[in-house]
């Protein structure tokens, strides 16, 4: 190591397996910038369902190991490579990607998945909208092709993509419906854009949609746990509805059939499929709801850089969580 090389901590991952296999270095070398990237100082990293796929060897994308989870990062420029004109040192900047991984306390990034945070939101803020806010906006307009008076479920609406997806949809001009476990989380689906919100502990809940939605059914559901629900969410649908799923932790038997009649869809959604165009589009669309006021990412439970196997162990086996996962540098 080159002497007078600056180190930093990180959380490093030497092989894949349960939330234990992440381990806290205080002796990691901090990246320097080569051309069209840029080298971020952080203040906080949103903690997503992914990153538990990722570290368990499960998801198909499998990281050269060692390797640092983490990809959308808020905080601020520190230096930045050759070729790089949107930003200079000192901006507040949040990211959708790393290029170097996000729970250290530098982090590289593509200055193409780098945006301007504005200064009416705060790191914690930054930190949650990446994966959550590009996801959702993915799910309701190129995956679902939603449309201003259109009716979307949020089927898990409570949680980081939940409340992304009710806010823009709301903003939008979508008619949108939420579901939530507890009564905290409800009040904030509630809060964040939804008209309606349902709690899909309670056995009859699906019924209770049904009649808010009426003969016509639901155009849009938005899906976070599949393995669970997708075969209500078919009986849900309108003529042409479209379901979206963001998440799925198994397998679950449908009834094709329940497809049919209604000629109704089922469409799984990747962030990462995005072109660098869309990207843009979609960076574009949120900057605008920044401006205005409607996005305002919320914040739910937050751990020390040090704590980070456990915020993995709970973001899985906690329901009920309230707003976006962030570790705090």
């Given amino acids: 190591m080159a002497t007078g090389q600056k180190l930093m901590r990180a959380v490093r991952v030497f092989e894949y397996g349960g939330p234990e296999v992440l381990k806290l270095q205080s002796d990691i070398a901090v990246p320097v910038p080569k051309e069209h990237q840029v080298l971020i100082k952080v203040h906080a990293c949103g903690v997503n369902p992914v990153d538990t796929y990722i570290r368990s060897g499960t998801h198909v994308i499998k990281p050269v190991l060692p390797y640092t989870p983490g990809s959308d990062v808020a905080g601020v420029i520190e230096a930045v490579g050759d070729d790089v004109s949107a930003f200079k040192k000192g901006d507040r900047v949040f990211t959708t990607a790393t290029v170097s991984g996000g729970y250290a306390e530098y982090a590289l990034a593509a200055d193409h998945t780098v945006h301007t945070l504005p200064e009416k939101l705060d790191f914690k803020q930054g930190a949650a909208i990446g994966i959550p806010y590009f996801t959702a906006f993915r799910a309701l307009f190129h995956s679902a092709r939603a449309k201003a008076g259109e009716s979307v479920l949020v089927h898990g609406a409570s949680g980081g993509v939940g409340l992304a997806t009710c806010q823009i949809a709301r903003a939008y001009g979508l008619n949108v419906w939420g579901t939530a476990s507890t009564e905290e ?59 979206i799923i963001v998440g799925s932790r198994g397998p679950i038997e449908i009834t094709p059939r329940d497809t049919m009649a209604k000629e109704t869809s089922i469409i799984g959604v990747s962030l990462y499929s995005s072109t660098k165009e869309e990207f843009q589009q979609f960076a574009a669309a949120l900057q605008a709801g920044m401006e205005i006021g409607w996005m305002k990412p919320v914040i739910g439970p937050q751990y020390p850089l040090e704590k980070a196997a456990e915020a993995h162990k709970d973001i899985i086996s906690n329901s009920g969580t309230t707003g976006k996962m962030i570790l705090l540098l």
């Fill in 185 to 243: 989380g409800r009040k904030i689906v509630l809060q964040n854009g939804a008209h309606e919100v349902f709690n899909h502990k309670e056995v009859n809940y699906i019924d209770k949609i049904k009649k808010s939605a009426g003969e016509n059914g639901v155009n849009v559901i938005i899906e976070m746990l599949a393995n669970v629900n997708l075969s209500n969410d078919l009986k849900l649908l309108s003529s042409g509805g479209r379901v």
